[in-house]
Antibody
Framework: QLQLQESGPGFVKPSETLSLTCTVS??????????WGWIRQPPGRGLEWLGN???????LFNPSLKSRVTISVATSKNQFSLKLSSVTAADTALYFC???????????WGQGTRVTVSS | EIVLTQSPDFQSVTPKEKVTITCRAS??????LHWYQQKAGQSPKLLIE???QSISGVPSRFSGSGSGTDFTLTINSLEVEDAAAYYC?????????FGQGTKLEIK
């Protein structure tokens, strides 16, 4: 059974960079049929797609965040990562990693990790 | 960016009732529309893919329909465990977008 697990600091100061890692177990990230994505959910609100990465390193981003987002993959560790720079309180959210099937739907999700931006 | 608008935002329903949630896209997305259930404190769970295709392990009371711009998620004979937020998601074009969610409360 494929599992995804997010990890990273729960608190980040304004203007700093948020860094999260997603570790994939029970399957390989080296899949030609899947992308690996990040989605966030501000408190009490809906879901926002941030971007995804292919095992080759090819990335796609949400244009609303494109200049601040970096997504990378470490195939040897079966991990992929999110970096979001210049964070503000508006970036406070529950951050999920998930697997995109070839058609784009998200079939496996991590449990989510809460990140609070506060000084 | 394709905007997905769900209706209603909130619904209070009784067990065994039939529930219909709609999702309207701001432009045609074919069948690239997926539905998720998110229970309190949990991550979203895929319920329906490509508008109407069922997912293994998901109860048969959940079904989807539609294409183009108008889509429907139907829950037949609602159960108490179906209390959750439901989201639609389009993968037709970038960026991927989600509906604002529909919260179902069980009376």
């Amino acid at each position: 059974q494929l599992q995804l697990q997010e990890s990273g600091p729960g608190f980040v100061k304004p203007s700093e960079t948020l860094s999260l890692t997603c570790t994939v177990s029970g399957g390989s990230i080296n899949s030609s049929s899947h992308y690996w994505g990040w989605i966030r959910q501000p408190p009490g609100r809906g879901l926002e797609w941030l971007g995804n990465v292919f095992y080759s390193g090819r990335t796609l981003f949400n244009p609303s965040l494109k200049s601040r987002v970096t997504i990378s993959v470490a195939t040897s560790k079966n991990q992929f990562s999110l970096k979001l720079s210049s964070v503000t309180a508006a970036d406070t959210a529950l951050y999920f990693c998930a697997r995109h099937d070839s058609g784009g739907h998200l079939d496996y999700w991590g449990q989510g990790t809460r990140v609070t931006v506060s000084s | 960016e394709i905007v997905l608008t769900q209706s209603p935002d909130f619904q209070s329903v009784t067990p065994k009732e039939k529930v219909t949630i709609t999702c309207r896209a701001s432009q045609s997305i074919g069948s690239s529309l997926h539905w998720y259930q998110q229970k309190a404190g949990q991550s979203p769970k895929l319920l329906i893919e490509y508008a109407s295709q069922s997912i293994s392990g998901v109860p048969s009371r959940f079904s989807g329909s539609g294409s183009g711009t108008d889509f429907t998620l139907t829950i037949n004979s609602l159960e108490v465990e179906d209390a959750a937020a439901y989201y639609c998601h389009q993968s037709s074009s970038l960026p991927h977008t989600f509906g604002q969610g529909t919260k179902l409360e069980i009376k």
